[in-house]
């Protein structure tokens, strides 16, 4: 069936760090993909998007490019800050019964040390 | 804007109690819905509502009741709670069910059932 796949945690890096979040898909069609940031006691927000193959979504120094040929989203943040320290979701939607509906990952949990 | 407000943050109930979950919104969105986040386990979709007088079921829907009377309003009820049942509850709403549609968090209810 339709799914996502992240990468297990937590990841703990040093601040400045490189950061990857791995996240793959299976789904059927051609859907959107997300990344949701969960910081602590707070509820999720969306990070960024890509609507079709080959784009980038960005936003607050994160990236992800969609790539269809390996059914791939992964999070990139070339330096990363204690602040960023939030649990990340991968989230692609998907078309049943004639509404989309999200199907979401795990979530990676992510800490940063100063 | 408030955005999406759910009460009450937190709830302590014993097994067979009844309560309901409110969760209002104020951006004119039709779309609304309810998930249950479980350590591991990311979102599960509850209930959801393309707008008022419409509701359907999501990935997990029993032992939970919704109605959606208003365009703002959503309130999901738990019938007889279940320790089953004892998980963080996030209420969440977009501008339609779109495939691309950002969805809107709240700040989520811990639910504890004994």
Request: charge should be negative; hydrophobic fraction near 35%; aromatic fraction near 12%.
């Amino acid at each position: 069936g339709d799914s996502v796949t992240q990468m297990e945690g937590p990841v703990t890096l040093s601040e400045e760090a490189f950061l990857t979040i791995n996240c793959t898909y299976t789904a059927t069609g051609y859907p959107s993909l997300f990344w949701y940031v969960q910081y602590p006691g707070e509820g999720l927000q969306l990070l960024l998007k890509a609507t079709k193959a080959d784009d980038k979504g960005s936003n607050k120094g994160f990236e992800a490019t969609y790539r269809k040929e390996t059914t791939s989203f992964h999070l990139e943040k070339g330096s990363v800050q204690v602040s960023d320290s939030a649990v990340y979701f991968c989230a692609l939607t998907l078309l049943m019964d004639s509404n989309y509906q999200l199907i979401w990952g795990a979530g990676t949990k992510l800490i940063i040390k100063p | 804007n408030a955005g999406v407000t759910q009460t009450p943050k937190f709830q302590v109930l014993k097994t067979g109690q009844s309560m309901t979950l409110q969760c209002a919104q104020d951006m004119n969105h039709e779309y609304m819905s309810w998930y249950r986040q479980d350590p591991g386990m990311g979102l599960r979709l509850i209930h959801y509502s393309v707008g008022a007088g419409i509701t359907d079921q999501g990935e997990v829907p029993n032992g939970y009741n919704v109605s959606r009377s208003t365009t703002e309003d959503f309130p999901l009820r738990l019938l007889s709670a279940a320790p089953s049942q004892t998980s963080v509850y996030f209420c969440a709403s977009s501008y339609s069910a779109g495939s691309y549609n950002e969805q809107f968090f709240g700040p989520g209810t811990r639910l504890t059932v004994l």
